[in-house]
Nanobody
Framework: QVQLVESGGGLVQAGGSLRLSCAAS????????MGWFRQAQGKERELVAG????????FYADSVKGRFTISRDNAKNTVYLQMNSLKPEDTAVYYC?????????????????WGQGTQVTVSS
């Protein structure tokens, strides 16, 4: 079992930045790929960024490429999402998720563990 707790959400003006953090506890010694998903009101949840368990491979949705950066510190059991040049359409609840995946690639589905989510609101 892995427990995930997100933090760092909030209200920011368009063009601003936020950094989300996801702290993992439990069986963190296992090889988990991590992903950041978001769900805007009335829309389906989507994967916006992911990182392989050693950090050698990353994935970004087209909508966030060049603006968001995912990273991880396995010594601290924490994953980060640096979000720059935020737009109103980035407004959503952001979720951290984990999937046991001992390969140097980022899975796009099948995540087993989820955090409670953190709200990000970007005003125009």
């Amino acid at each position: 079992q892995v427990q995930l707790v997100e933090s760092g959400g909030g209200l920011v003006q368009a063009g601003g930045s936020l950094r989300l953090s996801c702290a993992a506890s439990g069986r963190t010694e296992s090889m988990y790929a991590m992903g950041w998903f978001r769900q805007a009101q009335g829309k389906e949840r989507e994967l916006v960024a992911g990182i392989s368990w050693l950090g050698g491979s990353t994935f970004y949705a087209d909508s966030v490429k060049g603006r968001f950066t995912i990273s991880r510190d396995n010594a601290k059991n924490t994953v980060y999402l640096q979000m720059n040049s935020l737009k109103p359409e980035d407004t959503a609840v952001y979720y951290c998720a984990a999937k046991f995946h001992p390969l140097n690639q980022v899975p796009v589905s099948g995540y087993s563990y989820w955090g409670q989510g953190t709200q990000v609101t970007v005003s125009s």
